[in-house]
């Protein structure tokens, strides 16, 4: 089978090429897709102090390459450089030398640049990254962060080096154009600190030729460790860089090779994921049905759903079937019809079964209104009455047997499905059933800098008090989802109150950011018929449903082992329904969104 992935991409790390042009010729012919150079010859010390605008060609002139040439090549800063020395002629020559050569890379519009790693001590080194990210608005900044620290391994010391690079993002103000380059090292840290990097903003892999084994034939490979690894990160549209020298007659050429064979080994995308893909960390508006009337393509999109509706006919094939005793026709109401996929799985079923039914479909959006009484007249539809009205307000002509909705969202209560089966109850029979019958929320942290910056361009407090609807991808899981709010229906008791509150503790398995919140839902539609999103229980095929993100203003820091203490409010009025959030532990947080002051769910249109 073909591999419907991107191709990868694989780059050469060189120390030196004597001869750029052929260099560069010789690399394309030999496979690979860019090179990491020196912007500057490496033994090319300056001393800028005294003559920092002295005229002379300290590097090679820009005109050996055409500019879309140059778009192959990612620059690499002088390896000498000092900018946290405790010289300070040394470290300020280094700042201009920096400066020299990062200047030279805008010159040339290089795609980005190779930035040695942030070990301590490196309060100066990142300070002169934060200038330049604000003075270098197009180029990337590769910033390498070795995956165990060699020296620190050769000390018996335990580092980690994602301490590193959580330093540099956090000076940097965790802007978009830093990235990190991860130096795949012999000695892997452990695996929950390798799953870390899923939510960073990892740019390449730097994979040196030392770290290769070989196979019974004499040729390179990975050990299983380190394939599992790459295979992972490879899902993450990263990059690879080899550097070292290739112990193989056929050169890096045959390293490429195996990497991409390795990359080949990841199955292709379902159908399902080619058409989540355009999605994958996306930040999307959740829906507002009460308030808003759904458009026709939006009605188009859910109704390609594959399982979601084949879930429903079986949940309303076994009611019906527990229900053929009682030897009549038995009233069925879909509430919140849209343009009717769960009144033609409702027919699907008395088809099947030969139980008669008498159906209602009932529907507030008028457009979709003119859809159902088209179906019903070219598809004759005899036994259904299309109601045009809000189903919390319908007077019904009898009860129903069976009550039928979907007004599920991502996280199962937030397009108020409480509030409209609450006063949809009222036209169901006393031992009549809703499908589905109960639902519950669920939450965990996350750590994605990409959701986080795709919230903070908007630039304003409100954003990061509004929830989303996102496919995650870039994503790290900070724990399993926990259980939140759970909705039963009918709800029969005494006191009813769709407010809701919950505290939930976690711990976090290695050191991270937290950046917000993903939360899914799972659904009972009819006794063991289960519909869900959530990661543990999800129903494979469906894509009705993205999860919900709910963002922090501020990225918290997480000690690994510590304790993730989150609270999560559902509150309500008579005109709205909103979600406030925050944490008490590690830190506390303010309280997002108090009083739905940024964002709330509208009762009505």
Known sequence: MSNNRAALSVGIDSNCAPNLVSSINDLAGEGFDFCCLPLCHPRNRRNLLNKPNAATAWTRSDMLLNSQRWTSVVGKVSPWLRMDSEDAAIRTNSELTFWQEMQWAMHLSLPAVMLPAPAPPAANYMSLLNQLVLRARSLMLWVKIPLTSPEAAEQDEEVDTWQ???????????????????????????????????????????????????SKKGNPMLSAAHQQFLLAMFQYDVQVVLTGQPHHSRGMTIYRQYLQQLYHQLPPLTDQQQYEQPYWDYLQAPLQPLADNLESQTYETFEKDPVKYKLYEEAIQAAVLDRVAWKRTLVVMVVGAGRGPLVRATL??????????????????????????????????????????????????????????????????????????????????????SIPYSYTSYLAPVSSERLHNEVKVHGSVANFETPYIVKLHNVYGIGEPQPCFTFVHPNRAEFRSNERYVRLEFTAPAAT???????????????????????????????SWFPIFLPLRNPVVVPAGSLVEVHLWRRCNKNKVWYEWTLTKPVDTPVHNPNGRSYCIGLFS
């Open 348 to 433: 699907n079923v008395q088809k099947s079964t030969g139980q008669p039914l008498r159906v209602y479909a009932v529907e507030k959006n008028p457009n979709a209104v003119v859809t159902l009484c088209n179906m019903k007249e070219s598809l004759g539809w005899t036994n259904v009455t299309i109601v045009d009205s809000d189903m919390r307000v319908w007077d019904a002509p009898e009860k129903a047997d069976i009550l039928v909705s979907e007004l599920l969202g991502s996280f199962g209560d937030n397009e108020l499905s409480p509030e409209c089966l609450d006063g949809a109850q009222k036209f169901l029979a006393d031992d009549g059933i």
């Open 164 to 214: 590193w690079w959580n330093s540099l993002r956090t000076q940097c103000e965790e802007h978009s154009n830093v990235g990190c380059v991860l130096e795949v090292t012999a000695d892997l840290p452990s695996k929950q600190q390798l799953r870390r990097w899923a939510g960073e903003p990892v740019k390449a892999l730097l994979v040196p030729t030392s770290i290769f084994m070989h």
């Open 513 to 543: 950011v937290i950046h917000g919140f993903a939360g899914y839902f799972q659904a009972m539609l009819y006794k063991e018929i289960n519909m869900s999103i959530n990661p543990a229980t999800e129903s494979q095929g469906m894509f």
